[in-house]
């Protein structure tokens, strides 16, 4: 079967650096994504990357492994804001996504 | 520009009775999709159509269906609502060119009691 995993919850605090790891397996890879959910709210791209090695945005940066089946999401100067839950989505070889059931990160002052 | 818009925001129905949400892009993307989201799972696909006049089945279509009639709508039917449906329901779009980044409406709670 197709498996996206992520941490259930994680916590940090404000100005600090937070690493959101995501591990997948999936028939075919053609991209994996990143967005941010607010509560209530929907999902919002963050990301994107289909080839290794790190992709640089703001505050924001993911990183891909394809041999590993693992990425993560860097968020540097943590602000309150940033209190959401994220979301790993890979693209398999159908070109659906499959998606994690997401990171709920939690930021303290 | 608006992007995607959903109707109703949130509705509780009845079980057995019918009911259609409603889902508008005005992006002319070419691909819509139907999710529903639940605690503790990831998105789950229920329906999507790559273009107008067209649809598939996601992982998750019993008890849904869906039309395209043109690029800007795509309404998702409950035929008989069950309460295992009450779940929030995003509607989504993307362009197939480039990583073909979807983008989603500001979804639709829903509770079958």
């Known amino acids: 079967g197709q498996n996206i995993d992520q941490p259930t919850e994680m916590t940090a605090t404000e100005g600090a650096i937070v690493q959101i790891n995501c591990t997948y397996q999936t028939s075919g890879f053609n991209g994996l994504f990143w967005y941010q959910q607010h509560a209530g709210e929907a999902p919002t791209f963050l990301s994107y990357n289909v080839l290794d090695g790190l992709e640089e945005k703001g505050r924001f940066s993911s990183f891909l492994s394809r041999s590993k089946g693992y990425s993560y999401l860097l968020l540097k100067e943590l602000q309150m804001k940033d209190s959401a839950s994220y979301l790993c989505?890979?693209?398999?070889?159908?070109?659906?996504?499959?998606w994690g059931a997401g990171t709920k990160l939690i930021i303290k002052p | 520009t608006a992007g995607i818009t959903q109707a109703p925001t949130s509705q509780i129905l009845a079980a057995g009775r019918s009911m259609t949400l409603r889902c508008t892009q005005d992006m002319r993307h070419n691909a819509m999709y139907w999710y529903r989201q639940d605690l503790g799972l990831g998105l789950r696909l229920i329906h999507y159509?790559?273009?107008?006049?067209?649809?598939g089945k996601g992982e998750v279509p019993d008890g849904y269906s869906v039309s395209r009639a043109n690029t800007d709508d795509f309404p998702l039917t409950l035929a008989s609502a069950v309460p295992s449906q009450t779940s929030v329901y995003f509607c989504a779009s993307s362009d197939a060119g480039g990583p073909d980044t979807q983008y989603f409406g500001p979804g639709t709670r829903l509770t079958v009691l």
């Open positions: 159509s790559n273009t107008a006049g067209t649809t």
């Open positions: 989505a890979v693209k398999d070889s159908n070109y659906q996504l499959i």
